[in-house]
């Protein structure tokens, strides 16, 4: 739920180091689905969705460690990380390079936890902190994602990609799951709490 867990509290400033990181991840979206969606630039844009999905660590990291956490920052780093994810998918699906069913049991979870989490919690001023848990999962996820495509997509070392990645799929999708149930919990007290 939205605590602080006894850290510092979260600042008001927009034009953070993290902030402008997640920022350029939303701008780099575009860039690495028309390079994977184009037959011939598939390395480059595989290799810039992984340093994309590789910067949601790094901007963590910065904000926790130069006390740059700011409430935007709360807000537009899981927006970066879900707008990443599902443009990614339908990139990689669009290629062939992952079945529809894996990435319909990804885009559904996402969609459900937001649809229900803003039904519930509309007009109460309030949000739900991210897990560790789903931050794992997003993660594990996205290194998945990229190895199975990088694999189907016929790049180098594809075929021990294909399966790393078949491995960390099941595992990311199983941790994306539960961590959805426990924001359900979160969102249902938090709920509660503001009717009580």
Known sequence: MNSTGGRAPASSAILTVPNILSFARILLIPVFVGLIVHHGTELAG??????????????GYIARRTNQVSELGK??????????????????????????????????????????????????????DVRYLGKTATAILMTAITWIAWGNLDLPLGAAARAAGWVLFALGIVESYVAAGWYLGDILRVRRVGLD
């Open 75 to 128: 807000v537009l780093d899981p927006v970066a990380d879900r707008l990443a994810i599902a443009a990614g998918l339908i990139a990689v699906i669009v290629r062939g390079a992952l079945p529809l069913w894996a990435g319909l049991a990804v885009i559904v979870r996402d969609g459900a936890v937001l649809v229900v989490g803003a039904a519930m919690l509309a007009g109460r001023g309030v949000r739900v």
């Open 46 to 59: 595989m290799l810039l969705f992984a340093g994309v999905a590789a910067t949601d660590w790094v901007d």
